[in-house]
């Protein structure tokens, strides 16, 4: 069974019990903890998939870890999924329940890429006109990079809007090429 597959399935378990218990924000915070968390440590990540540790240490370690910072049912969960040595699966667990997450609260995240910094009215008016495109929240992270030359760059779920120099450039390029 392929990684999506068996992700998928427990992330859709962790989905029903933050539905059932009716705490889907507390649930999507605590999980958003855990990603960070293992994002920031790569000694973590290392130790999470090191099969030379035994499971009784990374249940301990994660027991400590999660027991103050997250809410009881989803420390139980991370400790059944260790136990079921599917820890190397956590990541992709994570990233599929927080899809999900977005999905059901309507949320698109996305990435701008500009050459130079917008100001937040020009953030504002972009997240805006992104939002009534597509008829859900628009969630945005910006960054800059200055070989776009000018324009923009925005990728927002299955959204590509580019309008940098760069590709109007290339566009040029190849209709120049197509006449000759």
Do not use: H, W
């Amino acid at each position: 069974m392929s990684v999506f597959r068996v992700a998928n399935r427990y992330a859709t378990a962790l989905m029903g019990l933050a539905l059932e218990k009716n705490n889907l924000e507390q649930f999507a915070g605590d999980v958003e903890f855990i990603n960070n968390t293992m994002a920031q440590s790569k000694e973590l990540r290392l130790f999470l998939a090191s099969p030379i540790i035994k499971k009784t240490v990374k249940l301990d370690v994660f027991k400590e870890l999660l027991k103050t910072r997250t809410n009881k049912d989803l420390a139980e969960f991370v400790e059944f999924i260790i136990s079921k040595n599917r820890e190397v699966l956590l990541p992709d667990i994570i990233k599929r329940f927080l899809e999900m997450r977005d999905d059901k609260l309507g949320i698109v995240r996305g990435e701008v890429t500009c050459a130079v910094e917008l100001t937040t009215g020009q953030q504002g008016n972009l997240k805006k006109e992104l939002e009534l495109r597509t008829g859900k929240k628009v969630e945005l992270t910006f960054k800059v990079d200055p070989k776009i030359i000018g324009g923009f760059l925005v990728k927002a779920g299955d959204t590509v809007i580019d309008a940098s120099i760069t590709n109007q450039l290339k566009m040029l390029r190849k209709s120049f090429s197509e006449q000759n």
